[in-house]
């Protein structure tokens, strides 16, 4: 098992970071009212840690009695759909941007089921169930207005969780009808401690220098932290301080992409960028990704003189990006339009040689 | 329609079949914003236009097509079902077709269903004998996110069977409404709410509620003022400050600080400072990450930051401009789905670039 997973904290007691919000969490846990939550924050801060201990404390260790199953949906226009759903007694959790532009669909669905069903078991501790929605802001606009009304309507029978990684993207009135919890990332320095206490249950000797530069590079992720932290195991142990830590490979692989746009300003560069980036797709690395690292990428070695028309291009080619349903046109011409602002600087430099 | 009723009524309905064992429990889990939706149209705070005309229908003047739009939390919705309530009473039930957003209403749909619906003819008295206006009403919630052919579809519908129905659209945009739909109704603006009034209703539900503010006046004020008009927004949070406070306990700064996601002013200073300061990329790109991973919503972050520059002495009016400008940009970016980092950067740029022109 993964020490992520095997450690993963299961009710508020045992949470490491952000102590005030939990005791401020199981406080909306005691009493019998309880409103829908929006909750969001980066990778790896602990979000589904926390929903989980909000289950856990509203329903008991029932809530971890789980079952996997396919649900089955049609559309208006007749498309069958299939979507995996995790489930309890007590709640059901799904993913509804895994059927893509059908996800209206699925949310109706779902909570209709749901809160058509009165809560039958008279022992249970609430009267409603739980529905969780992860990856709230990949949904549709048109899902998300769906969800506003029926958020109201089914309130009786059913609360819904919802877990985003940035909440700009979710529109407001959703945000206006839920409690918003913001799970920011932990400070480097606790994740040092947690990586050091997880160590020591694990009876593995880590260096101090060594859990600090773990946690440097896991870029506040904690659940990277400690997956970086067993792949070092398994690379090399004992720890030594100055161990190299891996990196991940589409990273190194974008970086090499950058070094090459930046070495060459061609065609035969663009046609090479061109089948890299397919392999990055390919791969399912989102769009959105490939275009923050390689714009950091570039950036970090290009001249503050251009910065300002890099950066202009960035921001808008990224905007097209998720306005059409072509990624890779859009990232190819970035780089392409790179290329001319580069070679043009270059050029006014080193002109008069 | 039905499902709203029953969600609706439900504390009352199931109280009664269940027995003594749910009645005390149940009131609790309603959510104040339901328990306190206005019941009668002159319970609508600060709409005095929309409210005036439904009295008179009330009273037996006749009802025209209606299209409400505003801004969310404004009391779009509540007007009209609690003006449905009042006219038909009872048979509120049958009366009424209320499809929103979560229903399907393609073109098919309003073919089907909303004609059929619209063609039935109501009579002019309930069953207890009382007069009652002699239509229906179809209320067509967030129709802003209707399609066009839909839209398209319901004009001639609603022209012909004035003499049964009533059409009532409710969206935030009147824009996405296409014109002959719009030139078939009486418009009616729904304003953001007066801060005193949404102060007062507020003060209202925490004496009803029981609830205790540490620094009354001030933390009440901070909610009105950051719900921007929203009373739905100011209630959920009022109530979210109450659960997350506890049982009996006082709600503090810090409650209403964590939930209405106001970002910390020490943070946008530093913005400002790190644009000011550094000539590097790699300060900004640092400053940018760390502040992402704190998790702000970012529109909060613009909106703050729109303010402070506006209000600030440190820009002139042309810096003030381009930063403007981008911040536009960027919001509308966000809005669209655009990445936070890529255009946190490009803000940033933008008021190194302002800071830059003296």
Redesign the interface.
Known sequence: MLLADKYRPKDFANLDYHKE?AT?LK??T??????HLLV???LG?GKKTRITCILRELFGPGVERLKMETMNFTT?SNKKLEIMTISSNYHIEVNPSDVGIYDRVVI?DIIKNV??SQQLNVNAAR??KVVILTDVDNLT??AQ??????M??????CRIIMCAT????VI??I??????I????PEESVIVDILQSTCKKEDISLPPVLAKRIAQAS??NLRRALLICETCKVEQYPFSDDQKIPELDWEVFIKKMAGKILENQSIETLSNVRKDLYELLSNDIPA?VI??TL??EL??KSD?SI??TV??E??EH??RL??GNKQIFHLESFVAKFMYVYQTFMQEMFGDF | ME??L??GK??ESSSKSSGKS?AP?KP??I?W??KYRPKAVTEVVDQSDVVSVLEQCLTGADLPNLLFYGP??TGKTSTILAAARQLFGDMYKNRILEL???D?R?I?VIRDKVKSFAQLTASGVRPDGKPCPPFKIVIL??AD?MTHAAQAALRRTMEKETKSTRFCLIC?YVSRIIEPLTSRCTKFRFKPLNENLAYERLAYICEQENVLIDDNDKLLNLLVERSGG?M??AI?WL??CA?????KQKIGLQ?VQ??T?VVPAHWLEEFLKVCKES?E??AL?SFV?KL????????QILDQLNEKIINSDEFNDKQRTIIGEKLG??SF???????????L??LG?SIM?AYSIV
């Open positions: 919000q401020n406080n909306l005691k009493d019998g009212e309880f409103p969001y924050g980066p801060a208006p109706m809160a058509q009267e409603f606009k048109d207005h769906a969800l506003r009304r029926t109201e309507k089914y309130i009786a029978n940035s909440i700009s993207r407001p009135a945000s206006s009808r839920c409690l918003c913001r799970v920011p990332a870029n506040r959105g275009f923050e714009l950091r950036l970090r503050v910065r300002e950066i202009k960035a921001a990224e905007h998720v306005q | 499902a709203y029953k969600s439900l504390g749910a429990k609790k889990s959510h914003v339901e969310p939390g929103n957003a979560s399907e393609g098919q919630d967030e996110s935030n929203d739905r927004k959920t109530q979210s659960i997350l406070s506890g049982h409650h964590e939930v996601g000539k990329f790699s790109d990450k992402l991973y704190e998790a702000f919503a970012v529109s940009d960027v970016h966000l809005q669209e789905g655009g990445t936070e980092y890529i255009q950067i490009e740029n670039k």
